[in-house]
């Protein structure tokens, strides 16, 4: 309740020092209730389902016991680590999460591979790893349909690949790959949307920069954070969306969300996919001088944690909990290296971020306290 508190009162005096000057009205604090009311109602929820319809199953389903964690231990297996791209908050996490349970488990990492989101390079890591041979894969690919052929090599071999959020085209759980692990992508984009309507009081034009490719996991948050603003403030107007590629996000964004705000002089907020792209939103705003911008976003990254820490351009978002979700894949793995059947999709819920809870939101995500520098941006 307490939290709940302050992030109304955060609500109220952000309202009150908008750019237009006017106090904060009834429907202010109405809009404010009703979003925070439609937060506590998913919270622990999983609202999405895996890219083939399938329910998920809680991390909790994946646990060894005692027993196997010796089991797995017994084998020296070696490990695999081959992420999309690599060097943010995210990114990093899942790495950190994966090592730790490896180590816990007597699992030998043999590689790490960052393909910074190209395809070719990806096939290429894959390829190179696959030569060492190792037992278990964890993967994320960077293009669902061009990666395909090359994770089909990874399941003939026998490697034991579970799937970070998105799989590739043409693959088969329980046959080509053991499971998928994601966050709540869709309750991401639901949480992100109920934020922004909470700063911007209902009402107000906005604009989307979305991930323009054929990634299950972005379209999720893209087409809930839609749907959730039509359904449910439909004062709120989206009157322009654009798509980046990357892979600089935040460079592209910044020039998308420049061409927006100088386009659309009344747009009142900018959805960005995710955390990386929302510091090019950031910075266009700035640029243009729109310090009263309301940004909004997925991922708890360090400098969107910063800014919402300060009161500044970012209002709020809906966080992964990466680390975690990187324990569980690690579970996985090793689970089917025993030779269980594990459940073929695994999710885990959105965490909604604000101003309020920033700090304790970081302990929660990355398992450590927030850096100093996070720390001493808070402004009380």
């Known amino acids: 309740m307490a939290v709940?508190?302050?992030?109304?009162a955060f609500t109220a005096a952000t309202a009150a020092?908008?750019?237009?000057?006017?106090?904060?009205?009834?429907?202010?604090?109405?809009?404010?209730?009703?979003?925070?009311?439609?937060?506590?109602?998913?919270?622990?929820?999983i609202l999405g389902k895996g890219a083939?319809?399938?329910?998920?199953?809680?991390?909790?389903?994946?646990?060894?016991?005692?027993?196997?964690?010796?089991?797995?231990?017994?084998?020296?297996?070696?490990?695999?680590?081959?992420?999309?791209?690599?060097?943010?908050?995210?990114?990093?996490?899942?790495?950190?999460?994966?090592?730790?349970?490896?180590?816990?488990?007597?699992?030998?990492?043999?590689?790490?591979?960052?393909?910074?989101?190209?395809?070719?390079?990806?096939?290429?890591?894959?390829?190179?790893?696959?030569?060492?041979?190792?037992?278990?894969?964890?993967?994320?690919?960077?293009?669902?349909?061009?990666?395909?052929?090359?994770?089909?090599?990874v399941a003939a071999a026998g490697?034991?690949?579970?799937?970070?959020?998105?799989?590739?085209?043409?693959?088969?759980?329980?046959?080509?790959?053991?499971?998928?692990?994601?966050?709540?992508?869709?309750?991401?984009?639901?949480?992100?949307?109920?934020?922004?309507a909470k700063a911007l009081g209902g009402k107000g034009e906005i604009g989307l920069v979305f991930h323009e490719a054929d990634f299950f996991v972005t379209k999720q948050r893209y087409e809930a954070f839609k749907s959730t603003i039509a359904k449910d403030y439909p004062a709120i107007k989206i009157v322009e969306e654009q798509g980046i590629a990357g892979p600089d996000f935040a460079g592209d964004a910044q020039t998308v969300a420049s061409a927006m705000l100088s386009k659309h002089p009344n747009l009142s907020g900018i959805w960005g996919v995710w955390d990386v792209p929302a510091e090019g939103i950031m910075a266009a705003a700035r640029a243009a001088g729109r310090t009263d911008l309301k940004i909004a976003t997925e991922d708890l990254g360090k400098n969107v944690a910063i800014a919402m820490a300060k009161n500044e351009l970012v209002v709020g978002l809906g966080a992964q909990r990466p680390f975690d979700m990187g324990v569980?894949?690690?579970?996985?793995?090793?689970?089917?290296?025993?030779?269980?059947?594990?459940?073929?999709?695994?999710?885990?819920?959105?965490?909604?971020?604000?101003?309020?809870?920033?700090?304790?939101?970081?302990?929660?995500?990355?398992?450590?306290?927030?850096p100093a520098d996070l720390q001493s941006s808070f402004k009380k």
């Open 328 to 370: 569980t894949q690690v579970d996985l793995a090793a689970g089917a290296l025993l030779g269980k059947k594990e459940p073929g999709y695994v999710a885990i819920p959105a965490l909604p971020v604000e101003h309020s809870n920033v700090l304790e939101a970081w302990k929660q995500v990355y398992h450590q306290d927030a």
């Open 17 to 45: 020092c908008s750019a237009s000057g006017t106090a904060a009205t009834s429907q202010d604090a109405g809009v404010s209730k009703k979003a925070e009311e439609a937060l506590a109602s998913i919270s622990g929820k």
């Open 4 to 8: 709940i508190a302050a992030a109304l």
């Open 159 to 196: 490697v034991k690949l579970v799937f970070i959020g998105n799989t590739a085209k043409g693959m088969t759980v329980g046959k080509d790959y053991v499971s998928v692990v994601s966050a709540d992508d869709y309750g991401n984009g639901v949480v992100s949307a109920h934020l922004m």
């Open 52 to 153: 083939n319809g399938e329910e998920a199953a809680t991390p909790d389903e994946a646990k060894l016991s005692d027993a196997e964690v010796a089991q797995v231990k017994a084998k020296n297996a070696t490990a695999a680590i081959v992420m999309h791209y690599g060097g943010n908050d995210w990114s990093t996490a899942q790495v950190a999460g994966m090592k730790s349970e490896f180590a816990r488990l007597g699992i030998k990492v043999i590689a790490t591979t960052d393909a910074n989101f190209k395809p070719d390079k990806q096939v290429s890591d894959i390829e190179t790893v696959l030569a060492q041979k190792p037992d278990i894969m964890i993967s994320i690919p960077t293009d669902p349909v061009a990666t395909a052929a090359a994770y089909k090599k």
